[in-house]
């Protein structure tokens, strides 16, 4: 029975491969990127979108792995909150009720007061997102998760954990394509809201490229916080014409969450860098 189950939503939700968004996939050469790496478990895909579609990859065999997206997922909840109005604008700020979301002992003071779109983007405020549940109908949710083609497109209506525990799950492959699709506007994203977002994620600008990203982590063991943790660093850069450069995924298992938390924005701008599409 459990196994037709599976079967049901593995064609209901089929993976996407690297063939359907990639014209051509070169490795990248770990090698000399060993010692950065060290003990840690890499997998990453960029495709530059300027050059028809190429793409780079590290660890091609996990590439259609799914993991939860963790915080990740606030570009595509971000998109949805503007797009049903459940956001009216990205620094209308909302009072943080302490009794409905208790902090914990790993939230960083930024989160222990008011928040906008913007500042819990930014901030990665976790109660603010759970915050917007309520706020979008699920069909909402059950509408761009869909036209998103965003991993297994699971949630559970009403629940504000199922970006993070492990419901909702995405792959690398799966990450990228999305972002392909916000950025050659074949989503149905509103050009005005892709503007708002963009506000509140720009990261960098240097040299005439900006970067927009997102990272995104959680235990491995949901019970040890101090043990195993397995993180992301998903973005795209833009020319200064606004015009997309590359779109990317980088995912990582590591020992602990200090082993990650600077590792994949560090290494993620290292490989573009190397690649020509980033300036360091």
């Known amino acids: 029975m459990y196994l037709r189950f599976g079967l049901f939503f593995s064609l209901l939700f089929p993976l996407i491969a690297c063939a359907d968004i990639c014209s051509q996939i070169d490795k990248v050469d770990t090698a000399r990127y060993s ?3 060290g003990s840690r478990t890499v997998t990453f895909l960029a495709i530059d979108l300027k050059n028809n579609h190429k793409c780079w990859a590290i660890s091609k065999q996990r590439l259609n792995e799914r993991h939860s997206p963790y915080s990740t997922f606030k570009i595509p909840h971000s998109l949805i909150a503007l797009e049903s109005g459940a956001v009216t604008a990205i620094d209308k700020t909302v009072e943080w009720n302490s009794s409905q979301y208790p902090s914990k002992p790993y939230w960083p003071d930024t989160w222990k007061q008011p928040q906008s779109l913007a500042s819990a983007f930014q901030r990665s405020a976790v ?3 759970q915050d917007l549940v309520p706020r979008i109908d699920p069909k909402e949710y059950k509408k761009w998760l869909g036209r998103f083609e965003y991993g ?4 559970t209506p009403g629940s504000n954990q199922f970006w993070l525990n492990n419901e909702l799950k995405i792959s690398p492959v799966e990450q990228v394509n999305f972002l392909v699709c916000l950025l050659e506007t074949r989503c149905g994203i509103s050009e005005k809201n892709v503007s708002a977002f963009e506000k509140i994620s720009l990261v960098e600008r240097k040299d005439g490229l900006f970067l927009y990203a997102k990272t995104g982590a959680g235990p491995i063991d949901p019970d040890n916080m101090d043990g195993a ?4 660093y998903v973005g795209y850069i833009k020319d200064e014409n606004a015009d997309p450069v ?8 590591a020992e602990n969450f200090s082993s990650l938390r600077d590792f994949r ?3 993620s701008l290292k490989l573009m860098n190397d690649l020509g599409y980033w300036r360091e």
């Open 246 to 253: 590359i779109a990317f995924a980088l995912y990582v298992k």
């Open 229 to 232: 943790f397995e993180g992301w």
């Open 127 to 129: 109660w603010f997102y």
């Open 35 to 37: 010692a950065e790496i």
């Open 152 to 155: 297994n497109q699971k949630f």
């Open 265 to 267: 924005k560090i290494l």
